[in-house]
């Protein structure tokens, strides 16, 4: 976006006599100040006339004060855009300096007639004439005129902010519609500002002074685009000049949060002509829609806009780069300041839009502009297509005529109120639930039974897991998951004691499983349906004590079809693998009773609420369906680490490979060694946590020590290019109570154990490869350090923290940062104690 000068600042005129000034009492100058604007009319030279008010602690304030804030104005009107007649927001104020050579409003496809040429971007002013009415009420009159004949029943949205403020507040920031004719303004509800707190706190844009999607949209309307980036929705060849980046927020926005997944980073499933619907099935496949772990990134694919009318530059939401750390062999990686939290769906349309007046039309007001916000790599238009583009499934769309057909109306194949779902969510998934009923036999040397019940929408399955009557799911509605009712295995895991977990613990896990030898199967009560007992087949160790945590968790899947033997698009559209998983059951038994329900179990501490991961996850599920976070500490412990996953030597000794490149024999392809040059990485769960979230961030809660920061599992994943879109330091995003404060650390809690160094610390040899297990030479964080540095990893935090641990390893934490304490944690990151 270029550069753009606001109007020059109007004439400020003191009408209020001086006499009628009282004195004020009680605002304090650091109270943050309030703007609102009360009214609004339109003058007979067509000039737009607010009311307003500012206030500081509820006191006005005088128009010196007031101007210093520099109230800035936006003008819009709810209008129709050209193409596709939809509502939408139209600015009134084009005073940019620089010129768009020509803007399709709508995107490819926009018809010639309908280009925009030689337009202006959409701004603010801060020049019209201001009125001192009292302290503190002000009126402000547009420098800028509508339109002749401009249409006095369209709803009019005017729009200010405090530009001086920063950061802004949402009494910063205020919108007011009204109708020049009169009569009540039309609304146009799509979002709504708490549910983009949910995720991102309080969002401040531009300089950080601007808050409040309703001010928002009055600047990026359909007329708003970038004039140096390029429409990902256009085809190879378009340039800023003939295809430049919108800026309407819709589309906007929907792209910014793809972010590294925008589909047009990616290579298409096919750059062929649509085929002709429906298609003669089976004998056509028709092409894939983009999933991020189906299609393969592109490298040199980049997704950005340049905002120098704000001075913030270029801003790169998704790039895929090359990953060469430790002159390893380039690795493509998809990257950018966006990055879906993991378990979040794309299709959870909720996320932003819930509650909305309008939120219906989100999915039933459509047209080719609004569908291309989530999917620019969907082309429209005629012929084959450039390789990260896949022509529309539904054939060339000259027009919007036809959309509401296949995807809004009764019968629609690909109606979007169902593919606009996380499957989960969905009236067609059938809910699984394994829930523990009881545990006996739990004591040492013992082998446990488990009692569990096991259901789903149609009821108990019964009368077994592996052939449950019916077989697939009745349905609701006409809605019926495609995923078999059978459960293939239900799994149990057994560890303790409960008070600490540790790679070392003893570990007793077992499933029912059908296909074994002996088959190992569950037993249906013979009185209560879907409630089955099973005996385990392995022995708790005869020293086990204590409380002991007792897991089960069970899942289902099927891949699914994009299309039926009929030709008919079938739930959810995308040929996904769809896996059906309860919610893990993670209860504690006491040993000394042997029963649960029973004895008086000690539970785990609880320091994270899967609820509050959820706000942003939606469903955090990792590898399978591992869901919630009292059952992820029981992997995650203190001393566990990548080490087993990392890349090792090819002498077979079990050491880690460093940095030595080698030649695969079967393909001749180069492969790697570790990317960040480290024997293994910690994957306790708060450090590692603690890490993920705070990403790329610089500053006092950085990751200065740790880059490249990749943990290895299978596949390096690198977590130094992400961060948390709210604020790190506002720990009870994730934490419950104060379980973040330094007093609710033990101290006898274990130490970290890893040894991210370069100096090999698992040794072995081709008759006795390098165990996992570490040695005493290896590095131990206290636990304290180890939860405050898995944010603060930088060598001033690391010095701080060895200055004031003793040299047997005691923490001297409390007296500084403890609640009563000169820097207690909760002042020093602005967090109010529960």
């Known amino acids: 976006m270029g550069r753009t000068s606001s109007i020059a600042a109007g004439l400020w005129v003191a009408v209020a006599a001086a006499a009628c000034s009282q004195p004020r009492v009680g605002a304090t100058a650091s109270a943050a100040p309030r703007i609102e604007i009360t009214g609004a009319s339109v003058d007979g030279a067509r000039h737009v006339v607010v009311s307003f008010s500012v206030t500081r602690g509820g006191e006005g304030v005088p128009g010196p004060a007031a101007r210093a804030m520099a109230p800035s104005w936006t003008l819009a009107g709810l209008a129709t855009e050209p193409v596709s007649q939809l509502p939408a927001w139209r600015s009134y104020l084009l005073v940019g300096d620089e010129l768009l050579q020509q803007l399709p409003v709508a995107g490819p496809g926009t018809p010639p007639e309908l280009v925009a040429k030689q337009s202006r971007q959409p701004w603010f002013e801060d020049g019209g004439t201001v009125q001192e009415l009292s302290v503190g009420t002000f009126r402000y009159t547009f420098a800028t005129a509508l339109p002749e004949g401009f249409d006095p029943a369209e709803t009019l949205r005017v729009g200010v902010w405090l530009r001086e403020v920063v950061p802004g507040t949402p009494d910063t920031s205020s919108t007011f519609d009204f109708v020049p004719a009169g009569g009540a303004p039309r609304s146009r509800e799509l979002v709504l500002d708490q549910n983009c707190n949910h995720c991102h706190g309080l969002r401040q844009g531009h300089n950080r002074s601007r808050t409040g999607w309703k001010l928002c949209v009055t600047c990026h309307t359909y007329q708003h685009a970038d004039a140096e980036t390029v429409d990902p929705a256009a085809m190879a060849g378009a340039t800023p000049a003939t295809n430049p980046n919108p800026l309407e927020f819709g589309r906007l926005i929907h792209r910014v949060h793809r972010g590294r997944q925008l589909p047009t980073l990616y290579l298409s499933s096919s750059t062929a002509p649509a085929p002709a619907l429906p298609p003669p099935a089976p004998a056509v496949a028709l092409p894939l829609p983009f999933a991020a772990n189906r299609n393969k990134s592109l490298l040199g694919q980049k997704f950005s806009v340049v905002d120098d009318q704000n001075g913030a530059g270029e801003m790169i939401f998704g790039q895929v780069i090359s990953r060469t750390d430790n002159n390893q062999p380039a690795r493509n990686q998809p990257t950018g300041l966006v990055y879906l939290p993991a378990g979040q769906d794309y299709r ?68 979007h109120s169902e593919a606009h779902q996380a499957p989960f969510k969905s009236p067609y998934y059938n809910t699984l639930s394994v829930k523990l009923v009881a545990v006996s036999g739990m004591v040492a040397g013992g082998f446990p039974t488990v009692t569990f019940s096991a259901r789903d929408l149609n009821g108990p399955l019964t009368p077994s897991l592996t052939a449950p009557v019916p077989l697939a799911d009745a349905g609701r509605s006409g809605r019926a998951s495609p995923v078999p009712r059978a459960l293939a295995s239900v799994s149990f895991t057994l560890i303790g004691p409960s008070t600490e977990y540790l790679r070392t613990s003893p570990t007793v896990s077992d499933s029912t499983s059908a296909t074994s030898s002996p088959p190992r199967l569950a037993v249906e009560d013979p009185v209560v349906k879907g409630q089955y007992s099973y005996t385990f087949t392995k022995a708790l160790p005869a020293t086990a004590s204590g409380t002991w945590t007792v897991v089960i968790t069970a899942s289902r899947s099927v891949k699914t079809a994009v299309y039926d033997n009929t030709g008919k698009f079938t739930w959810p559209y995308t040929g996904e693998t769809l896996a059906e998983t309860t919610d893990n059951d993670v209860q504690y038994v006491d040993l000394a009773a042997g029963v649960w329900p029973g004895g008086t179990p000690v539970p785990r501490r609880r320091v994270v609420d899967t609820a509050k991961c959820n706000v942003c996850h939606l469903r955090l599920q990792m590898h399978g369906s591992r869901n919630q976070v009292q059952y992820c500490v029981t992997c995650h412990t203190a001393d566990f680490t990548d080490f087993g996953s990392r890349p090792k030597r090819a002498d077979k000794s079990g050491m880690v490979n460093l940095s030595t490149v080698t030649t695969s024999a079967t393909t001749g392809l180069p ?151 000169v820097s207690p944690v909760a002042a020093v990151h602005g967090v109010s104690l529960p």
């Open 348 to 415: 959870n349309c909720d996320v932003c839009h819930a509650g909305a007046a309008q939120q219906g039309e989100v999915v039933t007001t459509i047209a080719r502009r609004t569908c291309q916000g989530c999917h620019p790599d969907l082309w429209y238009g005629d012929g084959p297509t450039d390789p990260v583009h896949l022509a529309h499934p539904g054939g060339p769309q000259a027009d919007d005529t036809r959309c509401a057909g296949c995807h809004v109306d009764p019968g629609a194949i690909v109606p």
């Open 671 to 821: 492969v790697a060694a570790t990317y960040d040059g480290i024997e293994e990485r910690s994957v306790h769960l708060k450090v590692m946590q603690h890490r993920i979230h705070t990403g790329y961030r610089t500053g006092s809660a950085s990751l200065g020590l740790a880059k490249p920061f990749v943990i290895v599992f299978g596949s390096p994943y690198f977590f130094d290019d992400v961060t948390m879109p709210n604020m790190i330091r506002n720990c009870t995003l994730c934490h419950v109570g104060n379980a973040f404060e330094i007093e609710n650390i033990d101290s006898r809690q274990a130490y970290t154990v890893a040894n991210e160094t370069p100096n090999l610390q698992h040794q072995g040899t081709p008759a006795a490869p390098a165990p996992s297990t570490h040695s005493p030479n290896e590095p131990h964080t206290p636990p304290i350090t180890a939860a405050c540095m898995g944010c603060h990893d930088t060598q001033a935090a690391l010095t701080h923290s060895r200055q004031f641990t003793t040299l047997d390893n005691v923490e001297q934490c409390l007296p500084c940062h403890g609640r009563d304490g």
